[in-house]
Structure formats: C-alpha cells, structure tokens
C-alpha cells in the first residue's frame, strides 16, 4: 500500500520529535483523528509524563491525553530506533539563538540526524520548528539524501511552520490554518494531505522556502509593530498624554489601523527570536534588515525602560530603588500562562535586583523560578493584602485575569502599570501606567 493510501486510511504511524508547546498538541490532534502517534523525546521526564496521561503543557489537558492513550493511539519513548516505523515525521524542536544571536540549529541537526539514520523509501518528513529561509532545502535535505534516496521519489520532505500561541482561548492547533511547502510538488501534496486528515484548513505555497517565509513575516509584522507603539508610548510620556487613550481612540478607525499595544517587553519563543532569523539571513546575503534590527533594539530596551520608571516614580515619592521592596505582578510573558520563555519579566526582577531592591513576584500560572543568567530562583509569593501593603511598588508586568487590580490599587502604596490592566479604575495619583 503507497504512503498516501495509508495517510488517507489513517494506518500511517506518525512519529513527532520534540515533546514540547508545538509536538505535544500536535501528537494530540493526530492521535484524535484516528492516527497511532510516536511521541520522541530526549528527556525521559517528558516520555514518562505523557506514557501517564500526565501534560505539562497548557494547551493539552490531561483527559484528552488520557484519553488517546487508552484508546492505543499515542506512545512516547527515547528510543528513536522506532522512527524506522513511523511513516510521517514530524520535527518540532527548538531552535533558539546562539549567544551571538545567530540561529542554533543543534537540536533541528540531532534530530534530523536520528531520522538519517533510520530513513527508509516511502517515509515523509517534515520540518515545523521555525528557522531560516533555506534551511529544509540546505540543512534538512543534504543529511538526508546521503543514504542514496531520491526526494520527491523514494522519500518526501517538506516544511510546515507551527502557528502555535500558547493560551489562546480561541485558535488552537485543528483551527489554526496550516502553511505546507514541500521540496517537490509531490512532497507538498502527501504533506498537505497528512494535515489535511487531522486540521481544518490547509494552505500550500510553492517551495520550503516560501513556507519557512511565511512564518518569519507573521512574527516579524507584529515584532516590528509592537516596536512602534512601544516607542510611541515612550513619546506619549514625555510629551504629557496618555498612551493607552491614544491607542483606544485610533481603534475607532474602521480601516487602515489595527491596534498593538505596549509592554515591558517581547516575550515567548517566537517574537523576540523568529525576526532575527530572517535578519541574520539577509546579513549573509549582504543585506541589513533595518526594521527588524531597529523594532528588535526597541524592544529589548523595555525591561530598561521600565525599570528607569519605577525608580523616578519611587524617587517621586521620596524613596530609592536600592532597599525598596518590589512586588512583580505577573513572571509569564502573557497572561494565563505558565510560560516564561524570554519573558520581560524576568529582565526587570534582574534589572532592580542589580539596582538593590528586594524584588518579590506573584503569579499563580508560575509558582517557581528556576535560577537564570543574572537572577536567583524565586517563589511566587500569596497576592495578600499584607503582601500589596509592604511594596514600595507593585509592578504589573503581566495582566492575569485572576487578580484582583481594584484591590491591587487600594492596598497599594505606589503601581506601575505596564499592561493596562487598571483601565475602568478612575484615576489614583499613586497609579503609573507605562
């Protein structure tokens, strides 16, 4: 029976590499649209949380999990000897910067390795961890043609870019529209078919390259317009007005607009890191990608930005940044999250514990800090009264919707806001928004 027949009769066994925000949902939706999944991952914490019906990511509860492991349909192991079973791989593991922000493609090049090693005539692979243009063609092809098979022909690659965010109340992995690009024409049609079996709406583009593009504009569209506003709420304050009145009385616009709005910074994995991809493609092309590269320095300059607020607001108030105790509202980078990949957060508890404050936080989504680079482990603290009382400063860094900012305000000396999340509340002299 040819690959496509078991794709369309839902025999294919699918093997997903990288256990993660993007490969667990989709382990998930493929095992609920009737598929046998193989779960791989390196961390055998991971393997055996899922192997127990046990998910550690926001956006897969434990009953669905359970549920397709009862039914037979989702395995995970660290044994990646069984991708020579899988028909259909997908890879989904990081791909973070180096320290000199140029692309790491260590995990994309372990796991491709894996797959080399156990390719086999009529398998599919496709490439979902988000990179730069070329790198299925450039990286993911040559390691895997060295075993003599033809692509288009004896095995099939393409690129398909995850669309995952993280918390979404309403987009998840089976209504989120998938790009699919393959190395041939016959790679994007087998891919575009395997989605199309678990996935409400498929879209295919011409080439990887195209599909690997794609992914860099979305990121890069809302880095570099997250950029402008931060920047326009830095001018808002120096010249007197009131950011956030602006951004709502400019949304009233019926065309031509579409409202972004300011923060301490960018956070998560994709819109701090996916632009730089792109930009330190063009660089090796000769090229310098100036919106990319002025959006990314406005943005990291957040966490600054905010910190230099807190100690002209506590000066205001007569009191310095040094001995002040500071109480972080929020650690994750968004609200209703447990994930703090690249979050400002953590920038700012660095930024004013370097100052000498006591900085505490509370986050219910993030009971724990693991230590990090230029900052202490820390505990999420109890949102008490007596808690709000002792701050010389709350700081909301992050809006959750189970906190209480009416109670926040009242029982607090001095706030500044980051997010917003005191709009309704009239006006209080000790309120600083950003």
């Known amino acids: 029976m040819s690959l496509k027949s078991r794709i369309e009769d839902r025999s294919a066994r699918i093997g997903v590499l990288g256990l993660g925000y993007v490969g667990l949902p989709l382990v998930v939706e493929f095992a609920k649209a009737g598929f046998r999944v193989v779960g791989f991952d390196v961390m055998a ?15 897969v509860s434990s009953e669905d999990l359970a549920e397709q492991l009862a039914a037979g349909r989702i395995e995970a192991t660290t044994d990646f000897a069984l991708l020579a079973e899988c028909d259909c791989i997908s890879i989904c593991v990081p791909t973070p910067l180096s320290k000199t922000k140029d692309p790491d493609m260590g995990y994309v090049t372990a796991a491709t390795t894996e797959i080399a090693k156990h390719l086999r005539a009529d398998q599919l692979v496709i490439l979902e ?3 730069y243009p070329g790198t299925t063609e450039e990286l993911i092809l040559p390691m895997l043609s060295e075993a003599g098979l033809e692509v288009g022909k004896d095995f099939f690659l393409a690129f398909s870019p995850e669309r995952v965010d993280p918390g979404n109340p309403v987009y998840h992995v089976k209504n989120t529209p998938k790009v699919v690009g393959g190395t041939t024409e016959a790679c994007t049609e087998l891919a575009g078919l395997l989605y199309g079996q678990a996935l409400d709406q498929i879209h295919l583009v011409s080439s990887t390259g195209a599909a690997e593009m794609v992914k860099l504009l979305e990121n890069t569209f809302r880095s570099v317009n997250i950029g402008l506003v931060n920047e326009i709420a830095i001018m808002s304050e120096k010249l007197g007005l009131d950011v956030w009145e602006i951004i709502d009385a400019a949304a009233t616009k019926p065309f031509g607009f579409m409202p972004f709005f300011p923060g301490p910074g960018l956070g998560g994995h994709c819109i701090p890191i996916d632009p730089l991809y792109l930009s330190w493609k063009l660089r090796t092309l000769d090229y310098k990608a100036r919106f990319i590269e002025l959006a990314t320095e406005i943005n990291h ?5 905010v910190v230099e607020r807190v100690a002209i607001a506590l000066n205001e108030i007569e009191r310095s940044v040094k001995g002040s105790c500071i109480l972080l509202l929020g650690m994750a980078y968004k609200k209703d999250i447990d994930d703090i990949r690249e979050s400002p957060a953590l920038d700012v508890m660095r930024l004013l514990r370097l100052r000498g404050a006591d900085v505490r936080y509370h986050d219910s989504q993030v009971p724990h800090v693991a230590a990090g680079t230029g900052y202490d482990a820390a505990d999420s603290v109890d949102l008490t009264d007596a808690e709000l009382r002792a701050a010389d400063c709350v700081v909301i860094t992050t809006a959750n919707s189970d906190v209480d900012y009416e109670r926040v305000v009242r029982e607090s000396t001095l706030v500044l806001d980051t997010r917003n999340a005191t709009k309704g509340l009239g006006r209080h002299d000790h309120v600083v928004k950003l």
Do not use: I, L, R
Request: hydrophobic share 30%; aromatic share 4%; glycine share 8%.
């Open 301 to 305: 300059a957040m966490p600054d930005h």
């Open 129 to 131: 961890s988000t990179t």
């Open 45 to 59: 914490s991971k393997v055996e949380q899922v192997n127990a019906g046990v998910s550690y990511v926001g956006d």
